[in-house]
C-alpha cells in the first residue's frame, strides 16, 4: 500500500527527491514518516509530517531534507539536499494512523511500509 522511489547513485552535495505513493485507503489523516537503514545499522528515523502538516526531522538531516505531502495525490515526499556520503542507506516510507509525540521517531510504531528504495551518495 506505500511504495517508495526516486533513490539513486548521487554524488556528495547534489539534491534528489524521494515519492512515497499509497494506494488502498487514504492517508490523509495518517502519520507519515521516512526512516533509513544503512548496512550493519538499525532503521533510523528521518523524518515524518502529521496530517496538519506538523514537521520533525533527525538532528543529522535538519536543515538539509524537507518532507512534505500532498493529501490529494496520497503522496508523501522528501527532499534531500546537499546529499552526504552517510546518507547513503535505504530510505523507507511508512505510516501510522496516529501518534504521540513521544513515538513519532520509533519505526515499531508505524503500521505500514514501503519497500524501501536505495540512495547511494559517493564522495
Known amino acids: 500500500q506505500l511504495q517508495a522511489f526516486g533513490g539513486g547513485l548521487v554524488q556528495a552535495g547534489v539534491s534528489l527527491r524521494l515519492s512515497c505513493a499509497a494506494s488502498?485507503?487514504?492517508?490523509?489523516?495518517?502519520?507519515m514518516g521516512w526512516f533509513r537503514q544503512a548496512p550493519g545499522k538499525e532503521r533510523e528515523f528521518v523524518t515524518a509530517?502529521?496530517?496538519?502538516?506538523?514537521?520533525y526531522y533527525a538532528d543529522s538531516v535538519k536543515g538539509r531534507f524537507t518532507i512534505s505531502r500532498d493529501n490529494a495525490k496520497n503522496t508523501v515526499y522528501l527532499q534531500m539536499n546537499n546529499l552526504k556520503p552517510e546518507d547513503t542507506a535505504v530510505y523507507f516510507c511508512?505510516?501510522?494512523?496516529?501518534?504521540?509525540?513521544?513515538?513519532?521517531?520509533?519505526?515499531?510504531?508505524?503500521?505500514?511500509w514501503g519497500q524501501g528504495t536505495q540512495v547511494t551518495v559517493s564522495s
Open positions: 509530517v502529521r496530517s496538519g502538516s506538523t514537521t
Open positions: 511508512a505510516a501510522a494512523p496516529r501518534l504521540i509525540l513521544s513515538m513519532i521517531r520509533l519505526p515499531s510504531a508505524y503500521y505500514y
Open positions: 488502498g485507503r487514504t492517508f490523509s489523516s495518517y502519520v
